[in-house]
């Protein structure tokens, strides 16, 4: 089940303490740009500039303060009090921004508490004097009702200005997604980009010896938060997909003993195969809209792409070459395919038109191109380049641009972050065959891996939560 | 790719149930074999497997119950025939009995691909099977990819003993 946030629209009458200035919500978040230099310019007081060219942001110095309380009161959070998810709420605010190395903050330990009052009104000369460039405060208020609203805001210190504003109104169950809420008008205002911090991921975990290894199917936030398996393990799981709505989830799963697509239905914990045909299916993906699914399917041992109303009813075959057509990503308007086949001898990736039609080869590196993953963003596509080690790595969708993100002995199956500028992939072990969760930005610098509970595979990184 | 070459072709084909223990054609590190079949032999002489179970399949193809691949291949060569003959002559002795056969890759793959070249490898061992007159409604194929190696390391010769298609008979 998905609870709903609340944009907050009456932040005023909740809080009298909030000038109505503060009504308007999410007002500062920008559109991702078309042609993101890479670079750095002033606009209008913030900033914008892309995540591959970073460094000059990263000096920023820009401090996340505790969030306020007007009065110190439980919440139905298992954060506790008012003050204490006040806490909490700022301390997952500058651990996301610092665990992606887009910025280096300070705080909240170690920093001046603002005041309920000083939220809205910055103690400008106490950031000066500290070097602050910018500064994040917020509030929390427990509503009557149980609800809980969050209030986020971004100043620049030597401007004496506000930057950014936005409020919410989540329900006890939901209160980190306003810390990712937060985190994302920061991150969005300050570099320009889409926001992607308010997002979950649906992945492979993994215990057991190397020959015999328990896959169950999880899913978690964006940080690794709210981690809850969907299957038990008794059957092998892999290769999640999220719905764009999040309200289910596509995956493999050997329950009938041979390897079948299901789509899972989160609301109801109830499942139905993707087709009817008794051959084995695998490499799920759903188009941008949710209205299709992506699928293939081995028929006496040849493989082709599918694809399928998500509402069920007969299947198109895509692809009619003999060799493996698997895998599949759509563009992000949904009118072409990316896809991976070995027609030509070894696996190399092929764009093709959504109907099929127009099938072309794009990779012409050396080695062997597969997973190719189209970014949300359109402009790029990630896929796994074997050529000795396995990398993760970027190119145009009209072919070229070549550029590797990782090396390591085999990193596998990247996902795009929602907004395009990060890639989460799986990076296995060498002999042990331990499996781990790890992101890259488009950089190839800041790589860090993701905790998991146990060992992790087969990462697939959601939309921006609806 | 570097192309490996079957193991032990020679001694394959000279084959006999009293050179068993050096006929197989999978490397030599092979871990022992799961399940029952290693066992028979502690019973050696009178007391074999019961006639027609899979311990007695084993016994009977002497690690031809299993073929082997190169790198991202799946032609059946002249050894993965023979091991192939041998499997039709024990399903022609026990028409009652039918057999799944699981195409497997080694680690060196991306998933979904291997998933499919898994099914590509126990699809041509059926086919083959088959061809030597087989009923194809006695063959059943299943993919594994990468997910159930039976040689642990990350080395050539794991990945060699990995890549192959393990006939499976059941009642």
Known sequence: MIARILPLLALCALAGAVPASAQVSIEAEPVAQEDA???????????????????????????????????????????????????????????????????KPSGPLGLPQPSFSEVQAPDYPVWNLRSTEMLVQGYVVANADGQLTVGCYLYDVALKQQLAKAGWIVAPSDWRRAAHKCSDLVYSRLSGE??????????????????????????????????????????????????????????????????????YDLDTNRQRLVTTSSNPTFAPRWSPDGKWILYSMAIAGNTDIYRVSSSG??????????????????????????????????????????????????????????????????????????????????????????????????????????????????????????????????TGRNERRLPTPVDASDPAWGPIRP | MPTISKFGAAALLAGSLAMSACANKAPKELPPEPGPATTTDATSGTLGPAPGSHADFLAFTQGDDTIYFDTD???????????????????????????????????????????????????????????????????????????????????????????????????
């Open chain 2, 73 to 171: 291949r799946y032609n059946i060569d002249s050894v993965d025939a023979a091991a192939l003959t041998k499997q039709a002559e024990w399903l022609n002795r026990y028409p009652g009995k039918r057999a799944t056969i699981e195409g497997h890759c080694d680690e060196r793959g991306t998933r979904d691909y291997n998933l499919a070249l898994g099914e590509r490898r126990a699809n041509a061992a059926k086919n083959y099977l088959v061809g030597l007159g087989i009923a194809p409604t006695r063959l059943t194929t299943v993919s594994y990819g990468k997910e159930r190696p039976v040689a642990l390391g990350s080395n050539e010769s794991a990945w060699a003993q990995n890549r192959r298609a393990a006939t499976i008979t059941v009642e």
């Open chain 1, 37 to 103: 230099e890479p670079g750095l310019s002033l606009d209008d007081g913030g900033l914008t500039g892309s995540v591959s060219d970073e460094s000059e942001w990263q000096d920023l110095g820009i401090a996340i303060t505790t969030f306020a309380t007007d009065r110190d009161v439980p919440t139905q959070t298992n954060a506790g009090s008012t003050a204490a998810l006040g806490r909490s709420l700022s301390q997952i605010i500058a651990d996301n921004l610092r665990n992606n190395g887009l910025f």
């Open chain 1, 313 to 442: 009813g007969a299947s198109q075959r895509l692809t009619n070459t003999p060799g493996i057509d698997v895998g599949g990503s759509f563009s992000p308007d949904g009118s072409r395919i990316v896809f991976e086949s070995d027609r030509s001898g070894s696996q190399q990736i092929y764009v093709m038109n959504a109907d099929g039609s127009n099938q072309r080869r794009i990779s012409f590196f050396g080695g062997r191109s597969a997973t190719p993953e189209w970014s949300p963003r359109g402009d790029q596509i990630a896929f796994t380049h074997m050529a000795g080690n396995f990398r993760i790595a970027v190119m145009r969708p009209e072919g070229g641009g070549l550029r590797h993100l990782t090396d390591s002995w085999q990193d596998e199956a990247p996902t795009w972050s929602p907004n395009g500028r990060i890639i989460q992939f799986f990076r296995t072990e060498r002999t042990s065959g331990k499996a781990t969760i790890w992101q890259v930005d488009l």
């Open chain 1, 194 to 263: 889409s926001p992607f911090f308010d997002s979950r991921i649906a992945y492979i975990a993994e215990t057991g010896p190397k020959d015999r290894r328990m896959k169950r199917l999880a899913i978690m936030d964006s940080d690794g938060a709210n981690h809850r398996y969907i299957t038990s393990g008794q059957a092998t799981a892999l290769t999640p997909r999220y719905s764009p709505d999040y309200k289910s989830l596509l995956y493999l799963s050997y329950l009938n003993g041979k390897p079948s697509i299901y789509v």
